[in-house]
Nanobody
Framework: QAQLVESGGGLVQPGGALRLSCAAS????????MGWYRQAPGKQRELVAN????????NYADSVKGRFTISRDNGKNTVYLQMNSLKPEDTAVYYC????????????WGQGTHVTVSS
């Protein structure tokens, strides 16, 4: 089994920045991809960004390209999301996701961290 623990959410003014972190722990054999999703009130959960272990390729939602950067420390099983030039429409609960093998291969989710962009 494994678990994902997120940190770094909070309240920030428009144009500001935040950095989210997510650490995977447990009896992890391998992690194929880690990333971030978000869900705003009344909306479906959407992919924000993810990063693959092999090759380090990344994907970003069009709405965050050029503003958010995802990175990963494979040695620490940790993924980061640097969010710059934040907008009110970035307000959401951000969930860490990992597809990993820990006694079996499946998707894992963090508990979610709130990001509020408001003046």
């Amino acid at each position: 089994q494994a678990q994902l623990v997120e940190s770094g959410g909070g309240l920030v003014q428009p144009g500001g920045a935040l950095r989210l972190s997510c650490a995977a722990s447990g009896s992890i054999f391998s992690i194929s991809v880690m990333g971030w999703y978000r869900q705003a009130p009344g909306k479906q959960r959407e992919l924000v960004a993810n990063i693959f272990s092999i090759g380090g390729s990344t994907n970003y939602a069009d709405s965050v390209k050029g503003r958010f950067t995802i990175s990963r420390d494979n040695g620490k099983n940790t993924v980061y999301l640097q969010m710059n030039s934040l907008k009110p429409e970035d307000t959401a609960v951000y969930y860490c996701h990992a597809h990993l093998t820990a006694g079996g291969t499946r998707d894992y989710w963090g508990q979610g961290t709130h990001v509020t962009v408001s003046s």
